[in-house]
């Protein structure tokens, strides 16, 4: 996934402007000339991968309680888009293989995250996987998560598909961690990032793409220090941003 230009990621699409985690969204992030989707993915109660962030459904949907305790059937049943605006009901929560099959025909990088830092959701890095292998797509799709176990079983499974170490924190030399745990890029919280986190994965050649990176100033300056992706909410604002620098 190397490049001299800062690559943009639609952070759970185009957040900031659409749904998230919606097709739509996603839409909207591949409109903006965006080169990646950021997604999150967790397991229903019948085990298949879906597209949602919160590990309730109360937030961003018209059903209440958790997503592990529905089936697909239920999940699908549920309004997306509503409760960010009117325009936009009726919009549902992706099945992870629905996004993957519509991904495919763009040139989209897909980030996709593992939700499991509070319910471990067993068997979930495998579904995914398999999933990404089905259709042939595991040169465009990186694996993040804060639970850095299930990069561990992710790598372990398939090794050939790019793992990220997701973290909030300023961490003492996250780069030689990442790399212990066959990690090959870091995604940090943005204000984190600095000049000796970006020293180390320079000596590594390691990327780095901070999350969630939305004022001006920010987006300026992380593309500015060569970070290898920016993941954010307005995928179109800083796609503008890299063309001004540019």
């Known amino acids: 996934m190397g490049s001299n230009k800062t690559l943009i990621f639609g952070h759970r699409g185009a957040a900031g402007t659409a749904p998230e985690n919606t097709m739509v969204s996603f839409q909207a992030a591949l409109g903006s000339g965006a080169e990646g989707i950021e997604l999150d993915v967790q397991l229903t109660k019948d085990g298949v991968p879906v597209v949602v962030h919160d590990e309730k459904l109360n937030r961003t949907t018209d059903g209440h309680g958790w997503v592990k305790d ?10 997306a888009g509503s409760w960010f605006s009117e325009g936009f009901s009726g919009e549902r929560i ?21 939700k499991t830092a509070y319910i471990p959701y067993k068997g979930i890095e495998k579904a995914v996987i398999d999933c990404i292998k089905a259709f ?5 799709v990186i694996l993040s998560s804060f ?11 398939a090794p050939n598909i790019e793992t990220a170490v997701l973290f909030m924190e300023k961490l003492v030399s996250p780069g030689s961690y990442a790399s212990k745990i066959n990690a ?17 994965t320079n000596k590594l050649k390691m990327a780095v793409r901070p999350f969630t990176v939305n004022e001006e ?25 890299r063309e001004n620098i540019e």
């Open 147 to 157: 639970n850095h176990y299930s990069l561990i079983r992710a790598h372990e499974y």
């Open 94 to 114: 992706p099945t992870l293989k629905e996004t993957v099959h519509w991904a495919k025909a763009t040139n989209l990088l897909l980030n996709i995250e593992f």
């Open 184 to 200: 090959r890029s870091l995604h940090p919280y943005w204000p984190i990032v600095d000049e000796v986190l970006l020293d180390e």
């Open 136 to 140: 042939d797509m595991e040169n465009r």
């Open 217 to 241: 100033a920010a987006i300026k300056q992380l593309i500015e220090k060569g970070c290898s992706a920016i993941i954010t909410d307005f995928p179109a604002k800083a796609v503008q941003i």
């Open 70 to 79: 529905f089936a697909l059937a239920e999940i699908k049943t549920l309004d």
